[in-house]
Nanobody, 127 residues
Framework: QVQLVESGGGSVHPGGSLRLACAAS????????VGWFRQVPGKERERISC????????TYANFMEGRFTIQNDDAASMVYLQLNDLGPEDTGLYFC????????????????????WGQGTQVTVSS
């Protein structure tokens, strides 16, 4: 069974940075994808970035501005999300999600394509 556990959230001042971590394990297929999302108060859930493994090759897709960077560490079964230059508008709950047996670019995945979701980690940006 796929398990996803996020960590690394917290409270920072505007302009600060955080590195979120997603411990992703239990995949049955070598071709799987992991994505990062966020739920900001008053807005719909947003895709941030994803990493996939079509044909065994690691590929990335980014859906938001360049302040956020996804990083993958297969050896540690971790997917990280580096958040830089944070502002109050970035306050929200950040999730990682995964789909097993996905042999295509993760850019093609939509929210409802992801089968597994973590509990989320809270990011709060305030003065």
């Amino acid at each position: 069974q796929v398990q996803l556990v996020e960590s690394g959230g917290g409270s920072v001042h505007p302009g600060g940075s955080l590195r979120l971590a997603c411990a992703a394990s239990g995949f049955e297929d070598a071709e799987y994808a992991v994505g990062w999302f966020r739920q900001v108060p008053g807005k719909e859930r947003e895709r941030i970035s994803c990493v996939g493994r079509p044909w065994g090759k690691i590929t990335y897709a980014n859906f938001m501005e360049g302040r956020f960077t996804i990083q993958n560490d297969d050896a540690a079964s971790m997917v990280y999300l580096q958040l830089n230059d944070l502002g109050p508008e970035d306050t929200g709950l950040y999730f990682c999600a995964a789909v097993d047996d996905w042999g295509h670019s993760c850019a093609a995945l939509r929210d409802n394509d992801y089968d597994f979701w973590g509990q989320g980690t809270q990011v709060t940006v305030s003065s």
